[in-house]
């Protein structure tokens, strides 16, 4: 083995997949060969679920292997300290070449947090200076495109055509950069690398390129999931997605067809550029020795429950892919596993990979391990999420049945058994003949942040209570005009469309 018995790492995150979006995990309709054949290759694990279910907290998880409450990096408001210890930080210490390509939604942009080279294509970035993509798309002449990365404002859930062609989009220029990057090194170096490779989509606004905005007929497309508790289990954090996408009064159901087959076409522009990386790895003697991670940092409501976005861990939102694929280390190929995992786990992942110690105050599971193991007992009994902080705190206990889920800004709860109605349309949290499952789930999240120290969720064996006198729905609206929004004559991302007008447009054209 070349690289002194060291492997090269490849952790590819897409933002905002939903785990049901790939055919190896069931859908025999989604066109998804390469990720196919990852699984296929490689260890599934099919009950993987975001750690936070929004994209700054979620990441902060994944690179220190620490909760929100204990990285302070509660949601997209946050930022995580540019001095914690992260596995890029770890791995360029241990002599590893360390690549980030893509999206990294760092804060700030180039921070890096260890990193030693970035090749950024951001949503939203300051400058065209600070992303490399948005500067290659001004060389090629592109300068006009108002929002390559798709129309947001009213239109982010709205199925549209990217204004670019394929060969410029984002997705594509992601895969580009990291074939380039892959063709670069060679197998008998010394240096082994880490290569984070981050698509933005298929996160919204659903902007497929031609010719993938025509792969899916929105006719056939299955609707979404309703439940007969959908509306009365409904917390204040679905309630805010949907009234800041323009989703709250309920679309039709054309809409939500074309809506997921634009969002499955970003997905299959995904495993295309999946299967170029793939090619470029064996074309260059580089596959045996890279392990590969892929995943994403949450899902996506995409109108289950009358709901869009994510922040939440309903099956859409909260379950995510998970494949591990290393084919030196003999990984038993083609097996799906049944343990309980999260973003908590791809930190002492990749150490394991490396050689490096993780650090003691890591609680993650090596997903190496849990991929040699077939019995689920080998893994974690309870999984925990969290989400804000405070009157914004979201917190999630799940076991191998059941789901509970409590909302600190409008005291809600919910209960769901998603083992065995998967659809999850049954809110059981206020049914007495399963209140000691509820408890037991509820003390375990009590007794998990009082083990932790971490007293802001908790007063008396309690839920601290946060709420005014405010009706739910004043709250909701009374938030809105201060978040992502556009209801009530306020506008989506405010601060963006007003940062903007300095970044783009001047003189009617988009870049400086």
């Known amino acids: ?103 990294m939604h760092f804060v700030p942009a180039r921070e890096g947090f260890g990193m030693e080279h970035l090749t950024l294509s951001e949503e939203i970035p300051e400058s065209v200076q600070e992303d490399e993509f948005l500067t290659d798309l001004q060389e090629a002449g592109f300068d006009w495109a108002e929002e390559p990365h798709g129309m947001r404002s009213h239109m982010y859930y709205i199925p549209q055509v990217s204004q670019l062609p394929d060969s410029l989009h984002t997705t594509t220029w992601t895969g580009d950069r990291t074939v380039d990057f892959i063709r670069d090194r060679s197998a008998d170096e010394d240096k082994p690398w880490l290569c984070w490779t981050g698509f933005i989509k298929p996160h919204p606004p659903f902007d497929p390129t031609v010719p993938f905005n025509t792969l899916y007929d929105p006719i056939e497309m299955p609707l979404p999931v309703r439940g007969a508790d959908d509306e009365s289990s409904r917390n204040w954090y679905q309630k805010i997605q949907n009234l800041g996408k323009w989703m709250d009064q309920g679309p039709d159901v054309h809409l939500q067809q074309a809506q997921k087959a634009h969002y499955w076409a970003l997905v299959s522009m995904v495993d295309v550029q999946v299967g170029r990386i793939l090619a470029e790895l064996e074309a260059t003697g580089q596959r045996d020795n890279t392990l590969i991670i892929f995943s994403s940092d949450h899902g996506e409501f995409l109108g289950d429950h009358g709901c869009y976005g994510k922040r939440s861990w309903h099956e859409g939102p909260g379950r995510i892919p998970m494949i591990v694929n290393w084919p030196q280390a003999n990984l038993p190929a083609g097996q799906r596993r049944s343990h309980l995992v999260s973003h908590e ?27 040699r193991q077939d019995d689920p007992a080998s893994g974690r009994e309870v999984l925990f999420g969290q989400l804000g902080e405070k009157e914004q705190g979201l917190y999630l206990a799940m076991d191998d049945q059941w789901k509970y889920i409590y909302c600190a800004m409008d005291n809600t709860e919910q209960h769901w058994h998603y083992a065995a109605d998967p659809s999850e349309s049954t809110n059981h949290a206020a049914d007495p003949s399963k209140a000691e499952v509820k408890a037991r789930l509820k003390a375990a999240l009590m007794d998990y942040f009082a083990r932790e120290g971490y007293q802001a969720p908790a007063e008396n064996g309690d839920w601290r209570p946060y709420t005014s006198g405010e009706t739910d729905f004043e709250r909701t609206l009374q938030i809105g005009k201060t978040c992502h929004g556009i209801k009530a004559g306020y506008r989506q991302y405010a601060a963006w469309n007003d940062r903007r007008k300095n970044v783009f447009k001047p003189e009617g054209r988009m870049f400086q």
């Open 345 to 371: 786990d791809i930190l002492p992942t990749i150490l394991e990979a490396a050689g490096v110690d993780k650090p003691a105050n890591c609680n993650g599971l090596s997903l190496l391990e849990l991929a």
């Open 1 to 103: 083995m070349s690289k002194k018995g060291r492997p090269n790492i490849l952790f590819i995150l897409t933002d905002q997949q939903r785990y049901d979006t790939i055919g190896a995990n069931g859908n025999s309709q989604i066109f998804t060969p390469n990720l196919d054949r990852l699984s296929a290759e490689g260890v599934v694990f099919e009950r993987a679920y975001t750690s936070s279910p929004e994209c700054v907290p979620a990441r902060g998880v994944m690179m220190t292997g620490q909760m929100p409450h204990r990285t302070g990096c509660y949601s997209n408001g946050y930022r995580l300290p540019p001095e914690s210890v992260t596995f890029q930080r770890l791995l360029r210490q241990a002599g590893y070449v360390t690549q980030s390509i893509g999206k």
